[in-house]
Each structure stands twice: as C-alpha cells, then as structure tokens.
C-alpha cells in the first residue's frame, strides 16, 4: 500500500442550484457541481464569482480625512513618505501610492521606505523613525503595515508627523489613534473586508483621483501574491490587472519575467509561482527596495539589469531554503506530531517556506527557529484542523511572544527555554494522538466520459482562481495505470498514462511512484487539471499533488529489463525455492508461513509449486510484493513426459544386451533414436526409477520388475514435474496483467 500524503475530503454539495440560476449563467453540469460543492448557490454568490464589481472608495471608513490631508500635502508641497512592507503586497502597494502621488507633485516631495525584514522587523519602527522622519518629512503614509503600530506611531504624533495607515491585517488591543484606511474597520461599512493592502491603496488612490488603468497590475500582483479570497471585489480587481499585465506590461514587470524564463501569457499561477516568489525574495534577503525600484523603472534596459539582479537573489533564497531545509530535516524526529527545529546561523529570511516545506513533507505543525543574540526568532506554520496559535498560548510557557493565526506565526524562544518549549509542546502533541495529515479537499471525481475538454475549457469563467476559491482540484478513483515512467534530468518526476479517462497526468517530484506501482496496477490520483499543448493536439492533463495506493502493490520484474535492484533492500522479506539456503532470518521457503505484516515481500526463486506460494502468501498483509521467479531450469519449452515417451524408452532399453545400458557411454545416442533432448530423457529416467520400472547405479540403467500396469501418475517425481510446469505455465509464461491478476487472488483468499 502507498498512503497518500494528505486526507482526501471529497465536498458534497448541501443545497441545489436553482434551474432557473443555471439558465441565467448559463451553467453546465461540470460548472454547476463544483459551484454547489463549494457552497455557491445562490444569485448573489453566483455574483460575486461572474460578474464581480468594485465599490466606491468614498466608503472606506475615514477616507475623506485621508484625502483631504493628502491633497492638502500635495497642495503646500509637504514633504510625504510611504512607509511600506517588505513582501509583494508591500512592495506593489509602495509602488502604486509613490507612483500616483508623484504625479500629482514634485518628485522630490515623496520617498518611500521599506523596513528590513533582518534588521528592522516588520511595520512601524521607532529607531528608524527618530532616525530619518522626524524633522524630514510631514506626512506619513504606512501601507500594508501600521494597525499593530499603536506605540510607534504615536511617537511620531508626538512629535509633529501627521500619519495615515492604510492597512487590512487584524486589528490588536492598541490602535494607532490616526487616520485609518482598512476595508474591515469596526467602525465602517464597506461592502468588501478582504482586500489586499494594495487593494484599500488602490481605494485611496482612487478617492484621490489619481488612478490609472495601468495601476491595476500592482493590484492584480499583490492581491495574488498575498492569498487573500478571489472572490468578489478582489476578483474583479484581478481580472482587470491580469488584462493590463498582458496588453502593456511595465518595463520591470516584463524584464523581470524575462529573466524568469517566462515569457507566454500572464495569469494568477504567472504571478503566484513567477512574480511573487521573486519580489519576496528581496524582502526575505533584506532588500526589498530593489524590487520597488524595478517596478518603477520605466526603462527596459535598466530594468532587465535590475531584474537580473532579483533573480539573482531568488536563486540564494532557493539555495538558502534547500541547505536549511536539508539540515532541519536531519534534526527531525518523524515520530513527533510536530517538528521543532532549531539551530544558530540560519538566515531568518527564509525560515517561514522552510518550516512550510516541512509541513508539506511531514504533514504535521513545525516550527524553524534561529538563534538571534539570546533569543531563538522564527516561523511557525501548521495544517488545516491544528490551530498552532491556540495551542501555543495554552500548552507552552516558554515562549517569549508570538503572533499570527493558527496556520502561520512568527515565534520568539529564550535561548534558556528552547529545550523546555521543544518538550513541552512535543508532548503535548504526541498525547493527543492524533495521526495527523493535512487535509486536501476534492471538487470532482473524473470517470469515463464525464469531463470534454469543451467543458473543463469553460473553467476559465470560473478564473481567476485563488484563495477561498481555489482552482478545482480532481480525483481519478482506482483507475488502471496504461504506462508509467520517470521524467526529468534527475528522474525525480512522474508521467502516467490513464488510458481509460483518457488523460495523462504530471507529478512533479513524485518519480519515487516508480517504485510503489506499475502497467496496469489500480491507484488513485489527486490534482489539478490542465491543456496541454503538443504538435498542435490539445488534450487534458492532470498536475498531480497526492496519490494513494489501496491494495497491496505488485511489481512485476520478471524480464531482465524491469529489474530494477534499488527498489530491494537487505531487510525484505525474501521468498526462495523450496530446499534452497536461507540467507538470513527474512528468507522462507515457499509452503512456509510469511510474517502476517511485511513492507516488502520478494518472490526470489520460482516455487515448485503454486500450493506452497498460495500457502505462503496466503492473509498477509505486505505494501509491496516484487515477482523475480528466477529458476535454473526452465520445463515450458521443453515439456515433461508423457506415458508414451516412458513406455518408448522401456522398449528401445528391452532391446539392450542383458537388458542394462551405460548411460556415460549410450545416452546420447539412446536420446538421438528416441528423438529426446538430454534434459528430456534424464527426466524419463527419474520418473521410471521412482516407479521402480528400472533401477539406476553408478551410471548403468537396469530393467526393474516386470510390471505392465504401472501408472504415471504414481511416480512423486512426475507430479513434481507437473507442479513446476504449471508454475511456470502460471507464473512465468503469463502477461503481466495475468500474473498480477492471479497474485491478487492468492492474497485474497
């Protein structure tokens, strides 16, 4: 068996659509069960995922004193800063609010500054404050920062700096008491809460009337990039960006594609997995203000050198995470229902993918710290159904702080308590016993005949995926393999071909699957599904992210060019001939009990007969059993004898002098009259010694006991014969399919 990685939760639909919801928005039946699976039925959800708007800014709780400061700033020419944050929804909402107010003003009146993410920490920073606001600039503007900065922005009131926060994380206990822009203000009313910080700064620059269709694309990045829901109003906003990304492209959006490798059309997986990962990268190696100067760089020469440099430092962030990732998981116990890991000198930047990765790997909670003077500073991240910042506020008291929500959080350990919070919190989670694994939630199981590619191409009303509504993840339920091989330089990926759906499907990292199955063996497969195009043929394919194997796997590496060894290690249980010697305390003979449950069980040598496998395979509960079925002597081809055959042989041996023959001396030539091979005449002699028809010793054949009623199927040796021919006939001569066919058959009764 092969365990999937996640828990599969297939979602069922609680209520219809309405027939006449489905003729309105013109729904087929594949759009309308995944609608209702999630949740959509009614006009207003079906709304927000069709024909999405956005609202008027004015309704932002306190805009108009946002605007009327601004505009008076511009007016008298007051020096402003935008203070923005380190991530692609910083960065991108830094470039929106400079770009738009530099417009309205001299250039030299805005400047912008990110926090470093090592030096600095996130959002407002009083150091950074005394040391360059006071007394330089008027007006401050934090986007995508400033609710959790109470203490720090007051220092600046206090002396003299007016403040403006425009912001969408979770209000705490102490809130600034300033102009507030967010879109989930307790104290406003706008129709949408889920906006992304450059989504409420796309607002204010709209209240400005400063925007500009181009200025969609920073939306459109920054919205995708920070996983807020794609539903209503922020997919409206990303639509619109998406068409500005692909009509008129900035310069620093374009290079930095270029330079990426990418360079075909533009959608949120474009943004999610090209775009954003880089601009964080510039903010998880401290200089996220390079990534700002890029997207304002309007000339494309300048910016490809600039985007060369940001995919420079992506590749450290990539090889920072990979040299991280590999000694953290050496430090792990596989054990434990969460990962702590800790160790001094790791770069903090990246602890937050590392402990994500661990999770993706593991399936439990991690936590990845690194030692900061005398405090360990890291990340936090869990899996659906473990909230991580309940749990550490009730079952640890030597943390220092933390802060997030119950999937991601950022955790701060005196070096003096790390062995305690490590202990306290694994044994808390080991005693809960709760087996833990992810959950992966299924939209659609894929049958035969029930998904066209006409279909699954009106997906792209569903589009743009995201958050809360994610692109439709598909199951292909204990389908029939057609062909499996490994792709890739290294082989570390996976092709499948289900020949009954009618679809490939790609796993990236999954090349290990070679391993666990084969042509024509059931498994059941999880991901996403897209076209793929090749000499100019479109078909489906599926993105695979899990897979699971329910019966026992049989590989079959009978022919020489299937075997591959590495998959057989010294600990598997190995299955060998009957009278053969066992190498160690794993080896049986077949018609010997196997241990009840085996990981992998070798079947080494073909047996002498298919009772004793049946014996021995007989309720065991194995993952995996490899067929080799070697043998020294193959009988398929060259049969075994017959009664004529014995009683020729007894009639040409009646012809001998005193009715005795040399076998050194006359066997040849006996097998040539006989037209036998050797092989076939010396099994004839063994049949007729164990009937007792002849006596043979030192080499001469002596006629036995007149006896003319003697039956072949009396003699041992014969029925052995027999058991091995059907052996072969059963486990050696046939396809693979039968082969596998019949395993499964024995195992199962």
């Given at each position: 068996?092969?365990q999937s990685?996640?828990?599969?939760?297939?979602?069922r639909?609680t209520?219809?659509?309405?027939?006449?919801?489905r003729?309105?928005f013109?729904?087929?039946?594949?759009?309308?069960?995944?609608?209702?699976?999630r949740?959509?039925?009614?006009?207003?959800?079906?709304?927000?995922?069709?024909h999405?708007k956005?609202?008027?800014?004015?309704?932002?709780?306190?805009?108009?004193?946002?605007?009327?400061?601004i505009?008076?700033a511009?007016?008298?020419?007051?020096?402003?800063?935008?203070?923005g944050?380190?991530?692609?929804?910083?960065i991108?909402?830094?470039?929106l609010?400079?770009?738009?107010?530099?417009?309205?003003?001299?250039?030299?009146?805005?400047?912008?500054?990110?926090?470093?993410?090592?030096?600095?920490?996130?959002?407002?920073?009083?150091?950074?404050?005394?040391?360059?606001?006071?007394?330089?600039?008027?007006?401050?503007i934090t986007?995508d920062?400033?609710v959790?900065?109470?203490?720090?922005?007051?220092?600046?009131?206090?002396?003299?700096v007016?403040?403006?926060?425009?912001?969408?994380?979770?209000?705490?206990?102490?809130?600034?008491?300033?102009?507030?822009?967010?879109?989930?203000?307790?104290?406003?009313?706008?129709?949408?809460?889920?906006l992304?910080?450059?989504?409420?700064?796309?607002k204010?620059?709209?209240?400005?009337?400063?925007?500009?269709?181009?200025?969609l694309?920073w939306?459109?990045?920054?919205?995708?990039?920070?996983?807020?829901p794609?539903?209503?109003?922020?997919?409206?906003?990303?639509?619109?960006?998406l068409?500005?990304?692909?009509?008129?492209p900035?310069?620093g959006?374009h290079?930095?594609?270029?330079?990426?490798g990418?360079?075909g059309?533009?959608?949120?997986?474009?943004i999610?997995?090209?775009?954003?990962?880089?601009l964080?990268?510039?903010?998880?190696?401290?200089?996220?203000?390079?990534?700002?100067?890029?997207l304002?760089e309007?000339?494309?020469n300048?910016?490809?050198e600039?985007?060369?440099?940001?995919?420079?430092m992506?590749?450290?962030?990539?090889q920072?995470?990979?040299?991280?990732?590999?000694?953290?998981?050496?430090?792990?116990d596989?054990?434990?229902?969460?990962?702590i890991?800790y160790?001094?000198?790791?770069?903090?930047?990246?602890l937050?993918?590392?402990?994500?990765k661990i999770?993706?790997?593991?399936?439990?909670?991690?936590?990845?710290?690194?030692?900061?003077g005398?405090i360990y500073?890291?990340?936090?991240?869990?899996?659906?159904?473990?909230?991580?910042?309940?749990?550490?506020?009730?079952?640890s008291?030597?943390h220092h702080?933390?802060?997030?929500h119950?999937?991601?959080?950022?955790?701060?350990?005196?070096?003096?308590?790390?062995?305690?919070?490590?202990?306290?919190?694994?044994q808390?989670?080991?005693g809960?016993?709760?087996?833990?694994?992810?959950?992966?939630?299924?939209?659609?199981?894929?049958k035969?005949?029930?998904?066209?590619?006409?279909?699954f191409?009106?997906?792209?009303?569903?589009?743009?995926?995201?958050?809360?509504?994610q692109?439709?993840?598909?199951?292909?339920?204990?389908?029939?393999?057609?062909?499996?091989k490994?792709?890739?330089?290294?082989r570390?990926?996976i092709?499948?071909?289900?020949?009954?759906?009618?679809m490939?499907?790609i796993?990236?990292?999954?090349?290990?699957?070679?391993?666990?199955?084969?042509?024509?063996?059931?498994?059941?497969?999880?991901?996403?599904?897209?076209?793929?195009?090749?000499?100019?043929?479109?078909?489906?394919q599926?993105?695979?992210?899990?897979?699971?194997?329910?019966?026992?796997q049989?590989?079959?590496?009978?022919?020489?060019?299937?075997?591959?060894?590495?998959?057989?290690?010294?600990?598997?249980?190995f299955?060998?001939?009957?009278g053969?010697?066992?190498?160690?305390?794993n080896?049986?003979?077949?018609g010997?009990a196997l241990?009840?449950t085996?990981k992998t069980?070798?079947?080494?040598?073909?047996?002498?007969?298919?009772?004793?496998?049946?014996?021995s395979?007989r309720?065991?509960?194995?993952s995996?059993?490899?067929?080799?079925?070697?043998?020294?002597?193959?009988?398929f081809f060259?049969?075994?004898?017959?009664a004529?055959?014995?009683?020729?042989?007894?009639?040409?041996?009646?012809?001998?002098?005193?009715?005795?023959?040399?076998?050194a001396?006359?066997a040849?030539?006996l097998?040539?009259?006989?037209?036998?091979?050797?092989?076939f005449?010396?099994?004839?002699?063994?049949?007729?010694?164990?009937?007792?028809?002849i006596?043979?010793?030192?080499?001469?054949?002596?006629?036995?006991?007149?006896?003319?009623?003697?039956?072949?199927?009396?003699?041992?040796h014969?029925?052995?014969?027999?058991?091995?021919?059907e052996?072969?006939?059963?486990?050696?001569?046939?396809?693979?399919?039968?082969?596998?066919?019949?395993?499964?058959?024995?195992?199962?009764?």
């Amino acid at each position: 068996m092969y365990q999937s990685k996640y828990e599969w939760k297939v979602r069922r639909k609680t209520s219809d659509i309405p027939e006449a919801l489905r003729e309105k928005f013109k729904l087929d039946p594949l759009e309308q069960t995944i609608l209702e699976n999630r949740g959509f039925t009614t006009e207003a959800d079906l709304e927000k995922i069709y024909h999405p708007k956005t609202y008027d800014a004015g309704r932002v709780h306190m805009m108009d004193k946002a605007v009327a400061r601004i505009e008076a700033a511009l007016e008298g020419d007051e020096r402003i800063l935008v203070y923005g944050d380190f991530d692609a929804d910083g960065i991108t909402s830094t470039v929106l609010l400079l770009s738009a107010l530099r417009r309205k003003t001299d250039e030299d009146n805005v400047d912008f500054f990110i926090p470093n993410r090592i030096e600095d920490g996130y959002g407002p920073n009083q150091t950074i404050f005394e040391e360059i606001v006071v007394g330089q600039y008027d007006l401050v503007i934090t986007v995508d920062n400033g609710v959790s900065g109470a203490r720090e922005i007051g220092f600046l009131t206090s002396r003299g700096v007016d403040v403006i926060v425009v912001d969408h994380h979770a209000f705490g206990e102490d809130v600034p008491e300033v102009t507030i822009l967010h879109p989930d203000h307790p104290d406003g009313e706008y129709p949408f809460k889920s906006l992304a910080g450059v989504g409420i700064t796309y607002k204010l620059v709209q209240a400005l009337g400063l925007d500009r269709k181009e200025d969609l694309g920073w939306v459109a990045i920054g919205t995708v990039a920070d996983l807020v829901p794609m539903i209503d109003e922020n997919k409206k906003l990303v639509t619109e960006g998406l068409k500005v990304l692909n009509d008129t492209p900035p310069a620093g959006v374009h290079t930095l594609l270029r330079s990426a490798g990418s360079d075909g059309y533009i959608d949120e997986e474009t943004i999610a997995f090209g775009l954003a990962p880089r601009l964080n990268a510039t903010g998880r190696l401290g200089e996220a203000e390079i990534a700002v100067e890029l997207l304002l760089e309007e000339d494309m020469n300048l910016a490809y050198e600039q985007a060369v440099v940001v995919e420079d430092m992506n590749m450290e962030r990539k090889q920072l995470v990979e040299t991280i990732f590999g000694e953290a998981d050496a430090d792990i116990d596989a054990g434990n229902q969460i990962n702590i890991v800790y160790r001094e000198g790791w770069h903090p930047g990246v602890l937050g993918i590392v402990a994500s990765k661990i999770v993706e790997k593991y399936g439990k909670p991690a936590i990845v710290l690194t030692l900061d003077g005398d405090i360990y500073r890291g990340s936090a991240r869990s899996i659906e159904g473990v909230d991580l910042h309940r749990i550490l506020a009730e079952h640890s008291n030597h943390h220092h702080r933390f802060g997030g929500h119950a999937l991601a959080l950022g955790v701060e350990v005196g070096a003096a308590d790390i062995e305690a919070f490590k202990d306290e919190l694994e044994q808390h989670m080991n005693g809960l016993e709760l087996n833990l694994r992810p959950l992966k939630h299924i939209d659609y199981q894929i049958k035969q005949g029930n998904m066209s590619m006409k279909a699954f191409e009106r997906f792209g009303r569903l589009k743009p995926f995201g958050q809360s509504f994610q692109s439709p993840v598909f199951l292909l339920s204990n389908e029939n393999i057609g062909t499996i091989k490994q792709v890739g330089k290294d082989r570390s990926h996976i092709k499948l071909s289900m020949p009954k759906v009618g679809m490939d499907v790609i796993g990236f990292g999954f090349g290990h699957l070679i391993n666990e199955v084969s042509t024509q063996d059931p498994i059941s497969l999880v991901g996403t599904v897209n076209v793929n195009e090749f000499n100019q043929k479109r078909t489906l394919q599926m993105m695979l992210q899990d897979a699971s194997v329910d019966s026992v796997q049989l590989i079959d590496m009978r022919s020489r060019t299937d075997q591959r060894f590495d998959m057989i290690t010294q600990e598997d249980v190995f299955v060998i001939a009957e009278g053969r010697e066992k190498k160690g305390e794993n080896y049986y003979h077949y018609g010997e009990a196997l241990p009840f449950t085996s990981k992998t069980v070798v079947l080494r040598d073909l047996p002498e007969s298919v009772e004793n496998l049946s014996y021995s395979l007989r309720d065991i509960h194995a993952s995996k059993i490899i067929a080799l079925f070697h043998q020294k002597e193959e009988l398929f081809f060259t049969g075994i004898p017959k009664a004529e055959d014995i009683s020729n042989v007894l009639q040409l041996m009646g012809k001998a002098e005193e009715g005795t023959i040399d076998l050194a001396k006359h066997a040849p030539a006996l097998a040539d009259r006989l037209g036998m091979k050797m092989k076939f005449l010396k099994m004839a002699i063994d049949i007729m010694t164990d009937l007792e028809i002849i006596t043979l010793k030192d080499g001469i054949v002596y006629k036995g006991q007149e006896e003319e009623n003697w039956k072949l199927a009396d003699s041992r040796h014969y029925q052995k014969l027999k058991s091995q021919l059907e052996a072969e006939r059963l486990l050696k001569m046939s396809s693979s399919s039968e082969l596998k066919e019949y395993l499964r058959s024995l195992i199962s009764n």
